[in-house]
């Protein structure tokens, strides 16, 4: 399962020379499942970027999508890169879960580690 939501921070993409800097949340299940986020802000791309987030992404990595930044001056059609900095927030509806699914968590996580 795939969930898609557009980033509607505003405009937060940082430009530092040809780089772009992105901050991106999502919620647990999202970094549990997987996701896509459209960055609606991005200079270059109309409609919004839309980019991959995968399953297990944990809060303060960072994604780098090779050439979705800006031009690179005097180098012709190269582009610098988009980094997407994510962070995770565990919701109250997702905290609610946790506490009334915790022993089925455990028993998840505690037979796999064994």
Not at 4 to 33: F, P, Q
Not at 83 to 107: H, M, P, T, Y
């Amino acid at each position: 399962m795939r969930l898609t939501t557009a980033d509607e921070s505003g405009l937060d993409i940082l430009r530092e020379g040809s780089a772009l800097h992105h901050e991106s949340k999502i919620c647990l299940s999202e970094s549990l499942l997987g996701c896509q986020r459209k960055i609606i802000a991005h200079p270059g791309f109309k409609d919004g970027l839309l980019v991959d987030i995968p399953a297990g992404t944990q809060s303060g990595e960072t994604i780098c999508l090779k050439g979705k930044g800006m031009p690179i001056p005097l180098q012709g059609h190269v582009f610098g890169d988009l980094f997407v900095r994510v962070g995770v927030v565990v919701g109250a509806d997702e905290k609610k879960i946790l506490e009334n699914g915790k022993a089925i968590l455990q028993s998840l996580f505690l037979t796999s580690v064994a």
